[in-house]
């Protein structure tokens, strides 16, 4: 399994699954980030941007992830004030422009993504800007990783680990997964070769009975990851359970922010969200743990295409149904 959102895209672009082979299967995990965030998320988002003086900004991606009732994009074009930026500064620079605005930050993705938002965050908090507010969907890989190798409907024999989550978190946080499950797994780069060379040292682990850790992305990956990011997060955040599309609850795999810090939590601010339901023929849920192929699903390439996406899974590059959709030559299920 390639853990990473961004290795399935590139395991697609640059057709992989032709050259290996066939007794090896590459199947995708819960390692894109808007597949993982779960309907309830986006239904809060919905809801905080109908109040009055209110701004969203958003990653361009999560304004398509459909919700209970619909996207980002849909309440932006019934008025809702939402914009896209491409970095968490952005929004801040926009809110100390506009004081009389809240101007909240919907903060996803994995240990990547958390250590630019906390730098954001920090500064909102040394320059005391209080309309600047995060709503914190963050979450955090290993124990992920954990849930997933104990899944009894996933048969998973090796793990490619996100290259890009190791840079900060270091290789250390995931030798459990040789020790305590007996599984081989590599952290690799995104290059074509970066992932060949992983799948070899995966195979030849496997083949030698002989289960570990290796890390083939040396120029960009060391054993103790970046420190000081980590201490950016930790400064602002705190460890909490969080809820996975397709994992469930699981203890300490999401941060939130520290109680002292609870005047820039959007999370805190009070709006009523209804239970939330996904569309149900859709099987993102099985797909990100493995349990299912994108082609599987019978919304695939029918009523679900990158162009109008049902499930998350369709909605980003790094989605296991969009790489499928746009790379592989393949018939929707029926």
């Known amino acids: 399994m390639e853990v990473c959102g961004g290795h399935t895209a590139a395991i697609h672009r640059h057709g992989l699954k032709a050259l290996i082979p066939s007794g090896i299967e590459l199947v995708s995990g819960p390692g894109c980030p808007v597949c993982v965030t779960e309907t309830v998320y986006i239904d809060h988002a919905i809801q905080l941007a109908q109040r009055d003086n209110t701004t969203i900004a958003t990653f361009g991606d999560l304004a398509r992830v459909p919700g209970s009732c619909g996207t980002l994009n849909g309440a932006r074009s019934r008025g809702a004030d939402i914009r896209i930026v491409y970095s968490p500064l952005d929004a801040l620079r926009f809110a100390a422009k506009n004081p009389k605005r809240e101007v909240v930050l919907l903060a996803i993705g994995f240990e990547t993504t958390?250590?630019?938002?906390?730098?954001?965050?920090?500064?909102?908090?040394?320059?005391?800007?209080?309309?600047?507010?995060?709503?914190?969907?963050?979450?955090?890989?290993?124990?992920?990783?954990?849930?997933?190798?104990?899944?009894?409907?996933?048969?998973?024999?090796?793990?490619?680990?996100?290259?890009?989550?190791?840079?900060?978190?270091g290789t250390e946080p995931f030798r459990f997964i040789p020790a305590e499950f007996g599984v081989s797994c590599s952290v690799s780069g995104f290059e074509a070769i970066d992932l060949l060379d992983s799948i070899y040292e995966i195979v030849c682990a496997i083949r030698g009975a002989r289960p570990e850790l290796t890390n083939?992305?040396?120029?960009?990956?060391?054993?103790?990851?970046?420190?000081?990011?980590?201490?950016?997060?930790?400064?602002?955040?705190?460890?909490?359970?969080?809820?996975?599309?397709?994992?469930?609850?699981?203890?300490?795999?999401?941060?939130?922010?520290?109680?002292?810090?609870?005047?820039?939590?959007?999370?805190?601010?009070?709006?009523?969200?209804?239970?939330?339901?996904?569309?149900?023929?859709?099987?993102?849920?099985?797909?990100?743990?493995?349990?299912?192929?994108?082609?599987?699903?019978?919304?695939?390439?029918?009523?679900?295409t990158p162009d109008a996406p049902i499930g998350a899974c369709m909605v980003s590059s790094e989605g296991a149904c969009a790489a499928v959709y746009q790379f592989e030559d393949v018939a929707p299920y029926a």
């Open 114 to 169: 958390a250590g630019p938002i906390a730098e954001t965050l920090g500064q909102a908090i040394d320059s005391n800007q209080p309309n600047f507010k995060v709503l914190c969907g963050l979450k955090t890989m290993p124990n992920a990783l954990r849930v997933l190798l104990s899944d009894p409907e996933t048969s998973i024999d090796g793990l490619i680990l996100p290259g890009h989550v190791a840079v900060i978190t």
């Open 216 to 304: 083939r992305y040396c120029r960009a990956v060391r054993d103790q990851g970046n420190v000081a990011a980590r201490k950016l997060i930790d400064r602002v955040f705190v460890k909490t359970s969080s809820r996975w599309r397709g994992l469930g609850e699981i203890a300490d795999s999401g941060l939130r922010i520290r109680d002292e810090y609870a005047k820039w939590d959007a999370g805190t601010i009070p709006v009523h969200v209804k239970q939330s339901v996904d569309h149900p023929s859709c099987r993102c849920s099985e797909i990100l743990r493995g349990a299912a192929k994108p082609i599987e699903c019978p919304l695939f390439g029918t009523t679900c």
